[in-house]
């Protein structure tokens, strides 16, 4: 997704949202409608069954998933929950270019290979109101190394200490292992697909991974937009 030059009042001055926000672009337009949807079906079967973080992952590139990732983070702070939007996509990062920030912030990638005890100093605050974001930092050169220290589940025990939901995005599973172990590591995934695009069995076999891996499938979701 490209960001566009549409920023709200509400927006800190430096930061930039594209267009593809619907939720705040054209929030009375079909695709908000299906977000807030989307959103209902979280609150009912994740949020109010006490879970607080999910992981949105996609068999294969091109589904939209940051798109829905984004979206969804936003529905979910414009009701009220403390919400934090990771972006753990560190192959091909794509947050950024959706809340575009001033210059490039240290994020995840960071705050993974980090040894000191900070973790939410890499979290920008309050871009929205409700919304805090960690971008990636970039695209190390050893992403599935950074995944896998211990490190990166005592962060996700500190966001789901501060914050209501914590939702992260992922890169198409079909490209790495990195979406099976944040997944692991979260508790709970979401697919995300797209019409005439992913294949079922595709679908079916990251499914199971992730179920082999420990975690949860909440559901799946159709991407039309």
Same mark, same amino acid.
């Given at each position: 997704?490209?960001?566009?030059?549409? /920023?709200?009042?509400?927006?800190?001055?430096s930061?930039?949202l #594209?267009?593809?926000?619907?939720?705040?672009?054209?929030?009375?337009g079909?695709?908000?409608?299906?977000?807030?949807?989307?959103?209902t079906?979280?609150?009912?079967q994740?949020?109010?069954?006490?879970r607080?973080?999910l992981?949105?992952?996609?068999a294969? /590139?091109?589904?939209?998933?940051?798109?829905?990732?984004?979206?969804?983070?936003i529905?979910?702070s414009?009701?009220g929950?403390?919400?934090?939007?990771?972006?753990?996509?560190?192959?091909?990062?794509?947050?950024?270019?959706?809340?575009?920030?001033?210059?490039?912030?240290?994020?995840?990638?960071?705050c993974?290979?980090d $040894?000191?005890? =900070?973790?939410t100093?890499?979290?920008?605050t309050?871009?929205?109101?409700?919304? #805090?974001?960690?971008y %990636?930092?970039?695209?190390?050169?050893?992403?599935?190394?950074?995944?896998?220290?211990?490190?990166?589940?005592?962060?996700?025990?500190?966001?789901?200490?501060?914050? =209501?939901?914590?939702?992260?995005?992922?890169?198409?599973?079909?490209?790495? %292992? =990195?979406a099976?172990?944040?997944? #692991?590591?979260?508790?709970? %995934?979401?697919?995300?697909t797209?019409?005439?695009?992913?294949?079922? $069995? =595709?679908v079916?076999?990251l499914?199971?991974?992730?179920q082999?891996?420990?975690?949860?499938?909440?559901?799946?979701v159709?991407?039309?937009?």
């Amino acid at each position: 997704m490209q960001a566009s030059a549409a /920023q709200p009042a509400a927006t800190p001055p430096s930061y930039v949202l #594209s267009r593809s926000l619907v939720t705040i672009s054209d929030p009375k337009g079909g695709p908000a409608e299906a977000i807030r949807a989307l959103r209902t079906h979280v609150m009912a079967q994740h949020i109010e069954a006490g879970r607080r973080a999910l992981a949105v992952c996609a068999a294969s /590139q091109e589904t939209g998933s940051t798109y829905i990732t984004a979206n969804l983070a936003i529905a979910m702070s414009q009701i009220g929950l403390k919400t934090l939007l990771i972006d753990g996509n560190l192959r091909r990062p794509g947050i950024d270019q959706i809340i575009r920030p001033p210059s490039a912030p240290q994020g995840l990638s960071q705050c993974l290979a980090d $040894d000191e005890d =900070d973790y939410t100093g890499y979290i920008e605050t309050d871009i929205l109101p409700n919304l #805090s974001v960690m971008y %990636s930092g970039g695209s190390p050169s050893n992403p599935q190394e950074l995944l896998a220290r211990d490190r990166f589940e005592t962060l996700m025990n500190v966001c789901l200490r501060d914050f =209501d939901l914590t939702i992260m995005d992922t890169p198409a599973a079909n490209s790495c %292992s =990195d979406a099976r172990r944040i997944s #692991s590591v979260l508790g709970y %995934s979401m697919i995300v697909t797209r019409r005439d695009w992913t294949r079922v $069995d =595709d679908v079916k076999t990251l499914i199971g991974q992730i179920q082999a891996d420990g975690a949860k499938v909440i559901g799946t979701v159709l991407n039309d937009f």
